[in-house]
C-alpha cells in the first residue's frame, strides 16, 4: 500500500520534470512524496524498472565487506565483488551519459592477522575494468566516529592505529561527467585572505610552480575543496560523524520504538555530491537507502530521487526523515 508522505515543497523544484514514481514500470511505491518514491526489494531487480540513461546521480553506501557480520547483512570480502556487480551493471545502465555513481565504502582488515583487505580496491578496478567505469576521482571521507577496531590490534596489543577514512569512489558513465565545483567552494583560509590583503609576488618556485599576480585574487567566491572531505563537512562530521543521538531522525524512531538503522552516514555527505554533480530536478538513485538520508538532502535541494531498500523496517523508518 502506498503512503504519501506530508513533506515540504521544496522551493526550488522544477516543475517540468516527470515524478520518479512514473519512471518505475509498475512498481508501487512503499511510499512517496512531491518529488519522490521509496520502494521495498531488492534493488538489483528494481533498479530494473529504471529506463535507460534516466538517472543523474547514483549515491549509496552499500552494507561494507566487513569481518563481523552486521544485522543490517554484509557479504564476505571473497564473495563481495561477485555480489555487487550486478546492482553495479544496473546502475550503469539507467545512468545518463553525463552521469555519476558515487559509492560510499569502507576498507576491512584480514581476519587473523593486522592486515588490511584489498576488497574496495578490487572492487573500484572491477567497475573501471569489467563494466566500463571511469573513475571521476577517488575521495576520502575523515569519520572520527569509527570505533578503534579491530580491538586485538588497536587497542590491546597496540600493534595498529584507528581507522578514520572511508573511500568514496566517484566513478561516471562517460569520461566528462556533469559537474562544477562552484557549487561547492568553502569559505577562503585565514592565510589566503592575509595573502589577498597582502599581495604576492610573481615568481617560479624550486617545484616548478608558476606563481603569478593573480594567485592572491578572490574573486571566485570562496576556495575549491580538497578530496578528502573534511573541511567541507567538518560542522556535522568533527561533531557528530554519523551516529547522532538527537538528530530529528533518531528522536521520532525512538518515540516510534521504530529500530534505528546502525550505519547511517552524515547529511552532509550526500550534499557535497548532488551539489557538485547535479542540478535542480535532476533524478537521484540510492540502490541501499537504509534510513534515506540521500533522498531527503536531495528533497532539501530541488532535486528528484529513488531510494530502494530491502528491509522494511528500515524503510518504515526512513519516512520520518520527511515528517514536517
Known amino acids: 500500500m502506498t503512503m504519501i508522505v506530508d513533506a515540504p515543497q521544496p522551493s526550488l523544484f522544477t516543475t517540468d520534470r516527470t515524478h520518479p514514481k512514473e519512471l518505475m ?3 508501487e511505491p512503499f511510499y512517496e512524496t512531491s518529488v519522490g518514491a521509496a520502494y521495498l526489494g531488492d534493488s538489483r531487480e528494481l533498479l530494473k524498472a529504471l529506463p535507460d540513461s534516466s538517472v543523474n546521480l547514483a549515491f549509496t553506501s552499500p552494507p561494507y565487506a566487513l569481518h563481523f557480520k ?13 555480489w555487487f556487480l550486478p546492482f ?3 546502475i550503469f545502465r539507467v545512468l545518463a551519459d553525463d552521469g555519476s555513481f558515487v559509492l560510499n565504502i569502507g576498507g576491512s582488515w584480514n581476519p587473523g592477522t593486522p592486515t588490511r583487505s584489498l576488497y574496495h580496491y578490487k572492487l573500484m578496478i572491477a567497475l573501471v575494468e569489467e563494466l566500463g567505469f571511469h573513475l571521476a576521482q577517488e575521495c576520502y571521507w575523515y569519520n572520527p566516529a569509527k570505533m578503534p577496531v579491530p580491538a586485538e590490534w588497536v587497542t590491546v596489543r597496540r600493534v595498529r592505529i584507528k581507522d578514520s577514512v572511508e573511500h568514496v569512489w566517484w566513478l561516471s558513465k562517460t569520461p566528462f561527467p556533469k559537474a562544477d565545483n562552484r557549487r561547492v567552494l568553502r569559505p577562503y583560509s585565514a592565510d589566503m585572505l592575509r595573502l589577498a590583503k597582502k599581495g604576492v609576488k610573481a615568481a617560479v618556485r624550486p617545484s616548478g610552480h608558476n606563481i603569478t ?5 578572490i574573486e571566485s567566491g570562496g576556495s575549491i575543496p580538497s578530496n578528502v572531505l573534511e573541511d567541507q563537512i567538518a560542522n556535522e562530521m568533527l561533531i557528530a560523524g554519523n ?4 538528530d530529528p531522525y533518531t528522536m521520532r524512531c525512538k518515540e516510534a520504538g521504530i529500530k534505528i538503522h546502525p550505519a547511517r552516514f552524515p547529511s552532509a555527505l550526500p550534499e557535497f555530491f548532488i551539489k557538485l554533480l547535479t542540478d535542480e530536478g535532476d533524478l537521484v538513485v540510492d540502490p541501499f537507502t537504509g534510513s534515506n538520508t540521500a533522498g531527503m538532502i536531495a528533497e532539501r535541494l530541488g532535486r528528484r530521487w529513488v531510494g530502494m531498500e530491502l528491509l522494511e523496517e528500515y524503510l518504515e523508518a526512513s519516512q520520518f526523515r520527511f515528517s514536517a
Open 88 to 90: 553495479a551493471r544496473e
Open 243 to 246: 551516529n547522532s543521538a538527537n
Open 70 to 82: 552486521k544485522e543490517y547483512g554484509n557479504v564476505s570480502k571473497a564473495d563481495y565483488v561477485e
Open 25 to 27: 514500470r509498475d512498481v
Open 213 to 217: 599576480s593573480s594567485f592572491d585574487k
